[in-house]
T-cell receptor, first 116, second 114 residues
Framework: ETGVTQSPTHLIKTRGQQVTLRCSSQSGHNTVSWYQQALGQGPQFIFQYYREEENGRGNFPPRFSGLQFPNYSSELNVNALELDDSALYLC???????????????FGAGTRLSVL | AQSVTQLDSQVPVFEEAPVELRCNYSSSVSVYLFWYVQYPNQGLQLLLKYLSGSTLVKGINGFEAEFNKSQTSFHLRKPSVHISDTAEYFCAALIKAAGNKLTFGGGTRVLVKP
């Protein structure tokens, strides 16, 4: 149990729709990262938020966007869904520098998104 | 650019036999290295990590890994597997000076047979 919770667990959308996925970080963690895991592949880094600011982005188009809130919970928004967006979306939180272990990421169970 | 390669996509192994999962990384700068396990329909659980110090690191569930800088490898081993070790295993690297972005390998599926 990592203390990172994601919702919903499963979601079905149709092509062209928009989706919002949510993540609640582990207590005391001020950094959240989002990853996309396509079937049979390793996770791919989407972006990271640190203290409500985007702090790094992977090779994903602008229709993938995010937010981090003052309580460090986070959202991943995807606009204009495409069939290839079908994947498991993983959220990971990390402790801040003050806790001395900023590079350890703790993952949630993920949201499985199916785009039809 | 950093990349992580897991040389075996699937590894079948009998119960109580040893297993080794191979991982190589490419990076011109210092990295942290990790192994994660993913059970069916679940997220990723950290098995072990190499941050610095001793090149042999021990993790949970009897797993260990050895960091070899000259061969840019970080192979995972367990001397005796159980049925419950059936899962997908991911090697990941993080460049020390580039924030918290993890680069993952493609994964190795371990199937433990009775």
């Amino acid at each position: 149990e990592t203390g990172v919770t994601q919702s919903p667990t499963h979601l079905i959308k149709t092509r062209g729709q928009q989706v919002t996925l949510r993540c609640s970080s582990q207590s005391g963690h001020n950094t959240v990262s989002w990853y996309q895991q396509a079937l049979g592949q390793g996770p791919q880094f989407i972006f990271q938020y640190y203290r409500e600011e985007e702090n790094g982005r992977g090779n994903f188009p602008p229709r993938f966007s995010g937010l981090q809130f003052p309580n460090y919970s986070s959202e991943l928004n995807v606009n204009a869904l495409e069939l290839d967006d079908s994947a498991l979306y993983l959220c990971a939180s990390s402790p801040g520098l003050a806790l001395g272990r900023p590079h350890i990421q703790y993952f949630g169970a993920g949201t499985r998104l199916s785009v039809l | 650019a950093q990349s992580v390669t897991q040389l075996d996509s699937q590894v079948p192994v009998f119960e109580e036999a040893p297993v080794e999962l191979r991982c190589n990384y490419s990076s011109s700068v210092s990295v942290y290295l990790f192994w994660y396990v993913q059970y069916p329909n679940q997220g990723l659980q950290l098995l072990l990590k190499y941050l610095s110090g001793s090149t042999l690191v021990k993790g949970i569930n009897g797993f260990e890994a050895e960091f070899n800088k000259s061969q840019t490898s970080f192979h995972l081993r367990k001397p005796s597997v159980h049925i419950s070790d059936t899962a997908e295993y991911f090697c990941a690297a993080l460049i020390k000076a580039a924030g918290n972005k993890l680069t993952f390998g493609g994964g190795t599926r371990v199937l433990v047979k009775p």
